[in-house]
């Protein structure tokens, strides 16, 4: 096996087929899925009829597309026709969406086979992929550690080596997050750049889709094919999808870098992750960048103004799940029991936490003081941003404070759970894009994440400057 | 003068006539199969997203010209948070803090009705509730049709600026023709297009304080409307008078019996936890498009009374009725137009006919103005004018025409009852009676004025029976006078 890059290019000119990459896959899944359970759903059967769709695309001598027979793990939170989607919640038990997301189309119009749905936190509400419904993923680096979350299966599968690629979506740090606890490169792009239709909402101001994958040049042509304008979205921002892969090599030469302090050099933050940020930077600084610390004063604030963004939008967008239409359904004398006994059933402990505190923060009297606040807050922490990227290109800073952690060690104090996307929720607050690389190995031989960051739309040279970092790590 | 002053206010739910849904491609139908305009986005299926149907915008920027609102540059979509099961999200996607429009006028009667706003917001399913009493307490079960989910709305409320029940209804009356001449809805109160819900408090007369209003819902009609606020006002008096206080409450008027009925008090009503809705982005309306809507809109129903009045000499009230009902007054144009020029008819004679035998005819059938053939009243018009047919006959001759789509000429031909106006052959027959009858033109000038009217009675009756009862009376008036009164 290899890269996405390497297979697309061997299944497009016929040196391999496409259900041979797919076969070593679905054995390697074999092998190790159920230790590390990473997926909902393996569609073994939906998978050989994609790739033998492909080969035979070949045979014809159609060009299938750039992402050619290159397995794909999708969340479990992206909209798949007639084929359950879950949200690794039991509220929407025995449900298959009538039409695929955007990216889901997009992903096999490009060529690539959907493998499976991978395992989530509910909703996609927390930190280590143990608040699914369905039971935790585990770490593939240490099966007693989780593997970040929410999208910890995506993260698990590419990890494991079950797909070379995978989607994930990310609204407060969740595809960078487990990114960083499993050795995988996760991208969250700007918001609007890839569309979110189909992507079961959790906060939609701040939801946005991103690739995972093993190399920076994988996540980069992978996010050229789900980038890009759709009309079915109205946040989604106008023009076509960024060219990545073509400059990845230009080099970092000249480039503004900044840490951000308040990413970086925080209360919490394991002094492995911090020296590998250092480390990081050094390697910029050699490849030819101006590398310089920088405080963003208001970043400290994010998690105080995500935590109230999030659950507030979070209740309004899963009011939806009333036993009505679909999912399960909890019956009871009258409507509104049967409302709440379906509600009650259905969710899971924290996407009721979110609920409760999404709703106090919109109700009367309180609006302005929660919502309102976090608002305000919001916009000072976006103006912080731009005013630094007046005088830098990127900016670097860890993804999470510590390496990945033993299961069941934070489920029972959700405060310490939420501080684990101190470093990744203030571009979600802005819109911006951030990644996070990949930068060796921690105790135990746990993997460390590096965080880049850019200004909207800066994905080429956020993916630039990551090529770099990967290079600086030796890989 | 009543003892107490009723202070209204009105939200008007207009339903727009957009083709397609306010946030989907589906169909904007009212009356299919249920559950069949549906899709993912209406049904607020998981992962679906709204997308502004621009037409519904530029629908909301016609009221707006036509009810002198202001269109501030930029307006938000919030999300109205309420469970109900006719409701896919559990939200309402509409419009709070920052409307598309504010801040405008109606004139009703030469008196300023304000209006606050006029907002959009997509409309509901609909759900039916099955079993004793139709009442969802009692039901068995529910159905639900989310046909209309989706539906753009644009609810218009106005200031507390009206002062009673028939001003309201008014109200209603030059809202709703306004919004059909504009193109924006078909304005059927009976299919829901058009809903009101009224705001009511009582107050003596002169106070500058506004009394505790209630809200009342459910007014189908006008009619409802009228008796739901005279029903509602009287009933906050009553209990001013004895000394008790009006609850601030959601009230539902009941056709059967008359009455308002408590719904859940205000205090207990929902928090809506309005927020802006994050799917959708700020409408900026542009000022092309602003233009291209202004240079789009037709004549108003209050200049084109304006018009009428000044330019046919027809009265107020005549007016009215022409622009209120669908189709008047486009087929009245019509007919005046056709009536020809030398024929002696006017535009008033043709609006007269119109108001009355047309109208009856169109209440009688329920048929739409736009079926008939102005041309043939024009005609009928002029034979009336020219003397050939009395309006007596000419009330026959139209009905028929109308019901068979006949011209009035043919059918006075057919009935031979086309009038002897030719002055030449009634004078003959006159000088013929006066001849017979040698004494009768000398006892009428010598008479007092009961014999004159007697002589004058007999002379006509035997002129009438010469011709066969079709002498046109007024030329025969004026011959007689000459030959009798006059020289």
């Known amino acids: 096996m290899s890269g996405a890059s390497r297979i697309a290019d061997d299944v497009r000119s016929g040196a391999r087929s496409a259900r041979d990459v797919l076969d070593e896959h679905l054995e390697a899944i074999n092998r190790r899925e159920p230790d590390i359970h990473a997926f909902n759903a393996v569609l073994a059967d939906e998978a050989r009829a994609a790739a033998d769709g492909v080969d035979a695309a070949v045979a014809r001598g159609d060009d299938p597309g750039p992402l050619a027979g290159v397995p794909l793990a999708l969340k479990d939170n992206m909209c798949t026709r007639g084929l359950l989607t879950t949200c690794s919640s039991r509220i929407l038990e025995g449900w298959r969406p009538p039409y695929d997301a955007t990216v889901v189309e997009r992903v096999r119009a490009a060529g690539a086979v959907v493998i499976g749905k991978t395992n989530l936190d509910e909703f996609a509400m927390g930190s280590s992929t143990e608040n699914s419904a369905f ?16 999208s910890g299966g995506s993260a698990a599968a590419v990890a494991a080596g079950f797909a070379p690629l995978a989607l994930g979506s990310d609204t407060g740090g969740s595809i960078r997050q487990p990114a960083a606890l499993c050795g995988v490169v996760g991208v969250k792009p700007t918001y609007g750049a890839v569309s979110r239709y189909g992507l079961i909402a959790f906060a939609s101001s701040l939801d946005q889709i991103g690739p995972f994958a093993a190399t920076v040049e994988d996540a ?35 480039l503004r870098v900044g840490i951000v302090d308040e990413m970086t050099e925080i209360d919490g933050i394991e002094p492995q992750v911090r020296d590998a940020v250092r480390a990081a930077a050094a390697g910029l600084e050699a490849a030819g960048a ?7 004063p208001s970043a400290t604030y994010g998690i105080s103004a995500y935590y109230l963004i999030a659950p507030a939008e979070a209740s309004s967008n899963l009011a939806r799940y009333d036993g009505v239409r679909y999912g399960l359904r909890v019956d009871a004398d009258d409507v509104s029991h049967m409302n709440s006994a379906t509600r009650e059933a259905g969710f899971g402990r924290e996407v009721k936490r979110r609920i409760m505190l999404g709703t106090y923060a919109l109700s009367a009297g309180y609006y302005d003081a929660y919502y309102g606040q976090a608002q305000r807050v919001r916009t000072l922490i976006l103006r912080d941003f731009e005013r630094v990227y007046e005088q830098f290109d990127v900016l670097i800073a860890a993804t999470s404070p510590t390496v990945a952690f033993e299961l069941g060690a934070k489920t029972a104090d959700p405060l310490a759970m939420y501080l684990c996307d101190v470093c990744t929720v203030p571009v979600n607050l802005t819109g911006h894009p951030a990644m996070s690389v990949p930068f060796g190995t921690g105790d135990a031989g746990l993997p460390i994440g590096v965080q880049v960051l850019a200004p909207a739309l800066g994905e080429p040279t956020m993916f630039r400057v990551a090529r770099a970092i990967e290079q600086a790590a030796g890989r | 003068m009543t003892a107490y002053e009723t202070v209204i206010g009105l939200e008007v739910h207009c339903e727009l006539a957009t083709a397609s849904k306010m946030f989907c491609g589906c169909p904007n139908e009212f009356g299919d199969e249920p559950n069949t305009n549906v899709c993912a986005v209406c049904l607020g299926l998981p992962g679906s997203l709204p997308v502004l149907n621009a037409m519904a915008v530029e629908y909301a920027l016609r009221v707006a010209d036509a009810l002198n609102l202001r269109v501030p540059e930029r307006s938000v979509f919030s999300r109205k948070n309420y469970f109900y099961p006719d409701m896919p999200k559990n939200y309402q996607t509409s419009q709070y803090d920052e409307p598309i429009t504010i801040d405008g006028w109606l004139e009703i009667d030469g008196v300023r009705v304000g209006i606050t706003r006029a907002h959009l917001e997509e409309d509901t399913g609909k759900s039916q509730h099955v079993g004793v009493g139709g009442r969802i307490h009692d039901a068995e079960f529910s159905l639900v049709d989310y046909n209309r989910a989706g539906v753009p709305l644009l609810e218009i409320v106005s200031e507390p600026d009206i002062r009673s029940a028939e001003q309201a209804k008014r109200y209603v009356e030059e809202l709703r023709a306004t919004l059909l001449a504009v193109g924006v809805s078909d304005v059927k109160m009976e299919e829901g297009s058009l809903r009101i819900d009224a705001n009511v408090s009582v107050r003596t007369p002169g106070s500058p304080e506004f009394g505790t209003r209630a809200e009342i819902k459910n007014l189908n009609s006008l009619r409802s409307l009228l008796r739901a606020i005279e029903y509602e006002s009287d009933r906050q008096w009553s209990l001013t008078q004895a000394g008790e206080k009006v609850v601030q409450e959601t009230r539902h008027w009941d056709e059967e019996s008359g009455r308002t009925i408590s719904g859940r008090s205000k205090e207990e009503a929902h928090d809506y936890r309005y927020f802006p809705e994050p799917d ?16 789009s809109m037709p004549e ?3 200049a084109q009374r304006a018009r009428y009045i000044e330019q046919w000499g027809i009265g107020a009230e005549d007016a009215r009725v022409l622009v209120d009902v669908p189709g008047l007054a486009a087929y009245a144009e019509r007919a005046v137009a056709a009536l020809p020029g030398d024929s002696g008819g006017s535009a008033k004679d043709v609006v007269n006919w119109v108001r009355q035998e047309v109208l009856a005819y169109i209440n009688e059938t329920g048929l739409s103005p736009a079926v008939l053939a102005p041309e043939m009243l024009a005609e009928l018009v002029a034979l009336v004018a020219a003397g050939t047919i009395s309006r007596q006959q000419a009330k026959d001759v139209l009905a028929e025409s109308l019901r068979d789509e006949k011209w009035p000429r043919t059918i006075v031909e057919e009935r031979g009852i086309a009038q002897v106006s030719d002055e030449g052959a009634i004078a003959d027959v006159i000088d013929r009676v006066l001849a017979a009858n040698p004494n009768v033109a000398e006892e009428y000038r010598a008479g007092d004025e009961a014999a004159k009217k007697k002589k004058w009675g007999f002379l006509m009756g035997q002129v009438m029976r010469e011709l066969k009862g079709r ?15 006059g020289e």
């Open chain 2, 300 to 302: 108003l129903p209050a």
């Open chain 2, 280 to 295: 959708l982005v700020p409408v900026e309306p542009t000022q092309e498009m602003r233009e291209r809507v202004r240079a």
């Open chain 1, 135 to 150: 039971g935790p993923t585990r770490n593939p680096h240490d099966l007693t550690r989780v593997p970040g979350g929410s």
């Open chain 1, 220 to 254: 980069a042509l992978l996010l050229e094919v789900i980038a890009g304008h759709d009309s079915l979205d109205s946040t989604s921002i106008a023009g076509p999808a960024p060219q990545l892969v073509a400059g990845l090599d230009e080099g970092v030469s000249g």
């Open chain 1, 290 to 296: 101006k590398v310089d610390t920088v405080s963003v």
């Open chain 2, 471 to 485: 002498g046109n009376a007024q030329v025969i008036n004026r011959i007689l006078e000459q030959r009798v009164a």
